[in-house]
């Protein structure tokens, strides 16, 4: 009715009249039309060919049309548009009805191939085709482009087309459309990437053409499958991931239901919930996924618990099961030897009643199982009455507690494999002897029978694939995860760089065949390679420690465009550095020969001119002439090489060799023997520059070392470490055997287990029990072989137990496995090995002093070589690496064993007695005893245990052997340590130095030796690392002689100290005063100083002891039961138990947390704002709100989220920001359109709407400023407050008419930021302007107010004003008229930008906390005064709180933030810690005497100071102290700031100071290559402390107020002979 009412009306007139109108428009332009040519869209390729007439197309890196200013992005919009606008193509129909039908094909082509049921997607279309030769129409539209465009696009298509399986009008309908010329011509156009983005038709016949499927596929036609009824199932259990054999399980399933055109089900068999894992069905599910498997229908085994526990209640009724209460062991065994149980013959109504507790799950129902009543004399051992049901009084994860009994897998698979329509169960040939039960169960209950097909397991080579084995190799930390590399699961051979399709393509090739066979992993390998090999992109690596350097006479350094894949140009380009110096591969220079000529790949030919070689013979240095004339490559050596660049990135090649060494198992193999060996290899390599653009995943090849999956990134250097993090390249194997690289072993090889390689047996006997063990081993496994009965296995077991244990008694270790003793290390030999030590000590120094004095190579190499032949010596004698500093290690000390209580060594004895007991309750729980027989030797274990402790005073120690007592170390020579330090000191400015003026490497390194070899002497010696700027921290110098006497003192001051306590509790609790108890405290506090001096320790409790109730002593015997962590006396964990200026990241993160500012949240980077914190922005906001609305600035707010296209148009200025931008991708399960950003900041939001606000100068100035929030996704670690993923901040926004008005407000916006420092904050601040290099991206210039955190020696940026010129004004198109303007042409706007952020509450933390928490600023505080009741009993409880709470009122009223805490369920100490931990600058005290006196007690909290004050004039009393606790909070700060903010114009000293955590104002020149100088050489090449910061200076501002006249001093960078600009302010920062 629409339709036709609007064709009434003349709406199809106008629709005609609007298309002729964009024709005409258009046309004019000639439309140009952009497809990213990495995401190459078939579809859009195909609509460009068809307008070639009237549109413009190329290949480019986004897909956009641009039309004036209009700019589409999807395919559906620019289709249409397209279509809409060139009408004469006919793409988009002739009438409304079809232009509708269009719209429905258009969205079908581009999303239904790719999800969803694609089988039924093909029968839709082939229903559409079979009146239609076209989806739309008479003639060819944009329904028909997008419909083969998705079918091309899917890689399954291509397989079922060549079978002729997607019926006859779709097939016909496909032909057709590839005839076409504009088809044909777009196909070929498309580039080769990836995953081919067309698949052109596969016409039938040309199957095996393909590669794909029929090559040695071994498919069988399922017995009675028809067309459109086969219904396959795959069912794994989720207990771990899905592996390469559950793949073919899975993929054998899928061809079965696309061949036939049925359905799979997805099935968990979720029978036993011990196994049953949901985290591991989510990761199941993942992996079918990555396999590109689409199932019809997705069910759980537990879905059908209540059908099948009808089923056997059934059974139960007929006769034809009964429950059994037979101990599992012996069921066992009466059904190996075909016993029949003797509640075999129960009646119904005793097995139903067994069942009943089965049901409920009582202690005797969890003894039974119910039993298929079947055939105990039967052959097949699968048919003698096997158990369908268990009681197991276990959770189910989707069913909870509902039930207690769970059937077996054998008796419900039959069951719902009937129930959900299955109709061919396919499994593995190790099941059939269990085909015959599964069909028992089917006809006894009546069930549609589905049809068995076997075919065989998959069996690799060095590969095990149960899921118990690959989860213990994960379990023992064996490798990384379930994804490693070396493991056989999806994931892990995914991770491993095999592709989806080659995987798909080898299991297809094995088809359904039932042979058993071992394959071996280079049939797959070599699959993959074919698919990666035509588009992997090659790239360069050298190893990195066998580098030879080249001289290439001649030539130029440059950067050329070079393909990325020699046959394939859509891979695209790289960039290859040229220069006249290289390096080359170490064993490619071995082979060269002067006068050769060779091949430098991508650059030409060469000659050999020049080798220089060492001493040994080794190539140090090969020169090179080019003639790069001569194109002959031919019989040439082929050199890959990389040029000396610095754009040269690191890189690690990681090799994985077969997790298991032997190729096959056998039966009896425990493949726990076999995994004792190196499987991993990392090489270290020089990487070319284009492997800094690599992404997780992506997939190359290293030119001659093969392909390689990127397994992490390159990042660029840490200014937190200094170091880059290199990109780490897995090799993929090709299917070839070759040798792994002479590389490192990435660690230790995984350790075998305990049986696999031990220590040798000490003497002859151990060796003839060892080959005791190996014969009665040998008879242990002829035993089971022969499947003899348990007793007689049993007793061989227990002998072959008893012989181990006495070889474990004789050596002290577990018996080999094998039968051999690992091989022991030699045993030094005294005199030689230490004559030898001097040696190497001798011949250490003389090759420094050669290195010192920059002796030639050749001297230097063979003094080298001397030192290694000596240390390798060294190593052959002792068995060990010679020790550093010539002093072989001291030998450890034998252990002190605790003597015994009493004489005799009763102490021993029991404990030899304890473990022999322990021994016998151990081997009883490994036979299942029952309880009872297992409590009475588990209480005589403990009676021992409990006997051992009451002589001894300790437990029992594990294992049975006393705890070794540690030897005390000699105190060491301290004056010989202090002139040690003091060398390193003096070597480490000697070392800076040489740096700074550029000295040689050879000469830096020399002089870095003598520093370490400094450091180890004073780390031998002391036993500590060299300590920063060359002082030893200070400690207690304590002698032997000394302590006797300290030790008396001490103790005569422990007495001294009890008794000062006495004293004062007594004056409490007699109520004196005041005063009287404060001195009597303080002499307390001096003698617990006096104690802490001499002994380094606080003195110990002295409160006396009350007596402990019954409850008291059970709270401190389960404490015993789990020790907490060791806290000292007098801690409690609810303040604060890092020190600021000790852990001042752990100080932090404790402070912000339990002071009640911040709760983290669970998204890293996004933290919760607590009311404590969020008022501070509160008051920030409110002050500086009155102020900017006082300069004429208004607020609004623009939206969060910024267009894809708005980002683009501001490349510039969003680079800082791109890598930090987070991008909205889907709107709930739809991908976007066109993804849309969350501002990084908003200058892309705002800046399109100041331009259509601005015609005239009457629309200038606009002054805008919003409160907001801003995500940066912040890649670094991220920290409340100071970094974060999303932070709130207010940003100003403005434009004037002229420079000279915006300059003013820059200035007077940066006052404001420096005042809210000051006067909230009480944070004093540097005002300066950031140098070129650090200013705002896209601004003229940038001020700063700059901050210094003194626990950190660090800077930090408080908040900025930007000055943006016009730069923004011109992007964004923000002009104006003005008449005053002669020339008549529009001028553009003048621009600023400024804003704080909530990192001003992170600095404020850090400025003025303390080690008790935080110390809040009182104009910012939320409590300014927290008033506390002291002294409270039950008689004057309520007029303490009635007067206090009165107080609270009176101070409100005064305009004082105030809260009264009378809470009753913490006493007044408590209350004193915990507003303390908050920071509140006051806390008022009242107690009785207050109350009486008219008085009250107020503690600053900045200070600890204490102060009576009158309640006379108390609000502006307490008005008049915060003010005064602001104003010495800013002064402190101050004086801290100004102590640590030095001036130098000497390199050594600056790098002195910096290291000393100072900031630094230093003469510069400006330029950005000096600051960036200046920044690496400053850096921590040594890290001495790990707690101090190893980056370098950077710039934080130039001053506004310069120390000095700058212009009279040279640049302070080492090297810059220019003269300094200003004075800069530098320093390590956040």
Not at 431 to 437: A, K, P, S, V
Not at 517 to 531: F, H, L, P, S
Not at 749 to 755: E, Q
Request: charged fraction near 25%; include cysteine; proline fraction near 6%.
């Amino acid at each position: 009715m629409l339709i036709g009412l609007l064709l009434q009306t003349g709406i199809s007139k106008s629709w005609n009249y609007t298309h002729r109108f964009i024709h005409t428009t258009i046309v004019s332009m000639k439309p140009t039309l952009s497809i990213d040519k990495a995401k190459p869209s078939l579809y859009l390729r195909l609509v460009a060919e068809n307008l070639k007439e009237s549109v413009a197309f190329k290949w480019d890196t986004v897909t956009e049309l641009k039309v004036n200013d209009l700019i589409l992005h999807s395919p559906e919009a620019i289709s249409r548009h397209l279509a809409r606008a060139f009408p004469e193509a006919g793409l988009y129909g002739s009438t409304i009805l079809q232009r509708a039908e269009v719209d429905h094909w258009i969205w079908f082509g581009l999303n239904k191939f790719g999800h969803g049921d694609f089988n039924s997607s093909l029968k839709y279309c082939d229903e559409v085709l079979s009146e239609n030769s076209y989806m739309v129409g008479s003639s060819l539209s944009l329904a028909d482009l997008s419909v083969y465009s998705g079918l091309m696009s899917n890689h399954s298509f291509s397989v079922v087309l060549s079978k002729g399986l997607c019926g006859k009008n779709l097939t016909r309908w496909c032909d057709h459309i590839a005839a076409l010329p504009d088809i044909a011509a777009s196909v070929a156009d498309m580039p080769k990437t990836g995953r081919a983005a067309s698949r052109t038709t596969a016409k039938k016949g040309e199957g095996k053409k393909s590669g794909k499927v029929d090559e040695g596929g071994k498919f069988v036609d399922l017995p009675g499958a028809t067309m459109g009824n086969v219904v396959v199932r795959f069912p794994p259990e989720a207990s771990g991931y899905l592996h390469i054999g559950h793949a073919k399980a899975a993929l054998l399933n899928q061809h079965y239901q696309q061949t036939f055109k049925g359905k799979l089900v997805m099935r968990f068999d979720d029978t036993n919930p011990a196994k049953e894992n949901v985290e591991f069905e989510k990761i199941i599910l993942e992996d079918v996924k990555m396999l590109n498997i689409e199932y019809d229908m997705f069910s759980f085994t537990s879905n059908h618990f209540a059908d099948i526990l009808k089923y056997a209640e059934d059974m139960i009724n007929k006769g034809l099961a009964y429950v059994d209460d037979t101990e599992p062991a012996l069921m066992k065994e009466q059904r190996e030897k075909r016993q029949e149980s003797a509640n075999r013959t129960n009646t119904v109504a005793q097995n139903m009643s067994k069942w009943e507790e089965m049901k409920k799950g009582t202690e005797y129902g969890k003894k039974c199982a119910l039993r298929a009543k079947i055939d105990m004399q039967s052959d097949n051992g699968c048919m003698r009455d096997p158990t369908i049901y268990r009681c197991k009084d276990e959770p189910h994860p989707r069913h909870g507690d509902k039930y207690k009994v769970y059937p077996t897998y054998d008796f419900a698979c039959p069951i719902v494999d009937s129930v959900e329509g299955v109709t061919h169960a396919l499994r593995t040939t190790e099941y059939n002897d269990r085909d015959i039960q599964y069909y028992w169960f089917i006809d006894q209950l009546g069930l549609r029978r589905p049809y068995i097909w076997a075919y065989s397991r998959l069996n690799l080579t060095h590969t095990v694939l149960s899921k118990r084995k690959l989860a213990w190799f994960v379990d023992q930390g064996l490798v990384s995860g379930w994804d490693d590399p070396r493991f056989p699961t999806v994931r892990g051979i995914l991770r491993r760089g095999m592709t989806v399709e080659a995987l798909r393509q080898f299991i297809i090739l094995q088809g359904s065949a039932r042979s058993i066979v071992q394959m071996g992993w280079d049939k797959i390998w070599t699959i993959n390679k074919k698919i990666i090999d035509p588009i992997a992109p090659r790239f360069t690596g050298i190893g990195k420690n066998t580098v030879v350097p080249v001289k290439v006479l001649g030539v130029t350094d440059e950067v050329k465009k070079v393909a990325k894949h020699p046959k394939n140009t859509d891979v695209g380009e790289k960039d290859v550095y040229y220069g006249s110096s290289v390096h080359l591969e170490g064993e490619d220079a071995e082979v060269l020969k002067p006068g050769e000529k060779v091949t430098m790949i991508n650059w030409g030919n060469m000659l050999v001119d020049h080798i220089t070689r060492a001493s040994d013979n080794k190539v140090t240095e090969v020169t090179l002439k080019p003639v790069l004339d001569d194109t002959d490559y031919k019989k040439t050596t082929k050199l890959t090489w990389l040029a000396d660049v610095p754009q040269n990135i690191p890189a690690v090649a990681v090799h994985y060799d077969n997790i298991i060494s032997k190729p096959v198992l056998a039966k009896d193999d425990d493949f726990k023997t076999y995994i004792g060996h190196q499987t991993v290899f990392e090489t270290e390599l020089l990487g070319d520059p284009s492997l800094a653009h690599l992404k997780k995943g992506d997939i190359i090849q290293l030119q001659r070392r093969g392909y390689f999956i990127c397994d992490s990134p390159y990042q660029p250097v840490s200014e937190f470490t200094g170091l880059p993090v290199p990109c780490m390249l897995i090799n993929i194997p090709d299917g070839r055997q070759q040798a792994f690289p002479a590389a490192t072993p990435a660690a230790a090889p995984i350790p075998a287990p305990s049986n696999a390689a031990p220590a040798a047996p000490s003497s002859g006997n151990a060796d003839a029990i060892l080959a005791q063990i190996t014969e009665q081993g040998n008879a242990v496994r002829n035993l089971k072989s022969k499947k003899a009965n348990k007793d007689e296995i049993k007793q061989a077991v227990d002998k072959l137990l008893a012989l181990k244990k006495q070889y474990k008694d004789l050596t002290g270790c577990d018996p080999p496995a094998g039968g051999k003793p690992g091989a022991q290390p030699a045993k030094p030999t005294s005199g030689n090995a230490d004559k030898i030590l001097e040696q190497i000590t001798a011949q250490g120094n003389i090759v420094r002093d050669l290195k010192a004095k920059k002796a030639d190579k050749a001297t230097i190499k063979a003094a080298v070589d001397q030192l290694l032949a000596l240390k390798k010596e060294y190593k052959g004698l002792t068995g060990v690496d010679p020790p550093p500093g010539g002093k072989p290690a001291p030998a450890a000390a034998a252990p002190i064993v605790a003597a015994s209580a009493t004489p005799g060594g009763n102490a021993d004895n029991i404990l030899e007695q304890i473990t022999a007991q322990g021994d016998v309750v151990r081997k009883l729980k490994a036979d299942k005893v029952p309880k009872d027989q297992l409590k009475p030797a588990i209480d005589q274990l403990l009676a021992l245990k409990r006997q051992y402790k009451e002589l001894t005073g300790q437990d029992p120690p594990a294992g049975g052997k006393p705890a070794a007592k540690p030897v005390a170390k000699p105190a060491h020579n301290e004056a010989e340590a202090d002139k040690i330090l003091e060398a390193v000191h003096v070597q480490g400015k000697i070392v800076r130095d040489l740096k700074s003026k550029k000295a040689s490497k050879e000469e830096v390194g020399a002089a870095v030796e003598v520093l370490k070899k400094h450091k180890a002497d004073y780390k031998a010696l002391t036993g500590k690392d060299a300590p920063p700027g060359g002082k030893a921290p200070a400690a207690a110098k304590e002698t032997a002689e000394e302590q006797p006497a300290t030790m008396t003192e001490a103790v005569k001051l422990e007495g001294q100290i009890k008794e000062q306590g006495d004293k004062v509790r007594a004056a409490k609790a007699s109520g004196a005063s005041k005063d009287e108890i404060q001195s009597l405290v303080n002499e307390l506090l001096k003698l617990k100083a006096e104690y802490k001096s001499l002994t380094g320790n606080d003195p110990p409790s002295s409160a006396p002891q009350q007596g402990k109730s019954k409850k008291e002593k059970k709270d401190k015997k389960e404490k015993k039961k789990a020790p907490a962590p060791k806290i000292e006396a007098g801690v409690t964990r609810l303040g604060l138990e890092a020190k600021k200026f000790e852990d001042l990241p752990n100080w932090y993160s404790q402070v912000i947390t339990k002071s009640e500012m911040i709760e983290y949240y669970d998204v890293s980077g996004c933290y919760i704002l607590r009311p404590w914190s969020f008022f501070i922005w509160e008051e920030i906001q409110a002050w500086f709100n009155k102020r900017i609305k006082a300069l004429g600035v208004t607020n609004c707010y623009f939206p969060m989220f910024v267009s894809h296209g708005a980002l683009e148009r501001e490349k510039t200025h969003i680079a800082d920001f791109a890598p930090e931008v987070a991008w909205v991708t889907k709107s709930g399960d739809s991908e976007l359109a066109e993804p849309i950003a969350i501002r990084p900041t908003s200058e892309t939001v705002m800046y399109p709407s100041y331009a259509a606000w601005t015609q005239s100068h009457r629309d200038l100035p606009i002054r805008l400023n919003q409160w907001a929030n801003v995500v940066r996704w912040e890649f670094k670690h991220p920290q409340p407050f100071l970094r974060t993923r999303e932070f709130l901040w207010q940003e100003g926004h403005t434009a004037f008419a002229t420079a000279e008005e915006a300059h003013e407000e820059v200035y007077t916006i940066l006052d404001l930021y420096h005042d809210i420092y000051r006067d909230l904050l009480a944070v004093p601040t540097v005002k300066g302007k950031k140098t070129e290099k650090e200013k705002f991206a896209g601004g003229d210039f940038t001020t700063t107010v700059e901050g210094y955190v003194r626990a950190s020696g660090r800077g930090i940026q408080g908040a900025t004003s930007h000055h943006l010129g016009q730069n923004f004004s011109k992007m964004f198109n923000i002009t104006f008229e003005d008449p005053a303007n002669s020339s008549g042409d529009k001028l553009f706007a003048h621009q600023n930008s400024w804003g704080i952020t909530t990192r001003s509450i992170g600095v404020m933390v850090m400025v003025h906390g303390d080690d008790k928490g935080l110390v809040l600023p009182p104009r910012v505080a939320m409590y300014q005064v927290v008033i506390v009741p002291c002294g409270i009993t039950d008689a004057n409880k309520a007029d303490l709180n009635s007067h206090c709470t009165d107080l609270q009122k009176k101070l409100r009223k005064a305009e004082i933030r105030t809260h009264c805490d009378v809470r009753d369920n913490y006493n007044s100490g408590w209350k004193f810690n915990h507003w303390e931990l908050k920071g509140v600058p006051i806390r008022v005290e009242i107690g009785p005497r207050d109350l009486k006196n008219n008085q009250v007690v107020a503690v600053r909290r900045d200070t600890g100071a204490k102060t009576t004050l009158s309640n006379e004039n108390l609000a502006e009393q307490l008005q008049n102290l915060l003010d005064t606790i602001h104003d010495d909070m800013y002064n402190r700060a101050l004086n801290e700031r100004d102590e640590n903010m030095v001036v130098t114009t000497n390199w050594e000293d600056f790098c002195s100071r910096l290291d000393e955590q100072k900031i630094i104002q230093a003469p510069y020149c400006g330029a950005i290559p000096c600051e960036e100088r200046i920044k690496a050489d400053s850096a921590r090449t040594e890290v001495i402390d790990d707690k101090a910061p190893a980056m370098g200076a950077k710039s934080l501002c130039i001053p506004f107020k310069q120390p000095a006249d700058a212009t009279c001093e040279t640049c302070i960078t080492p090297g810059c002979n220019k003269k300094a600009t200003c004075y800069t302010l530098f320093g390590r920062s956040y």
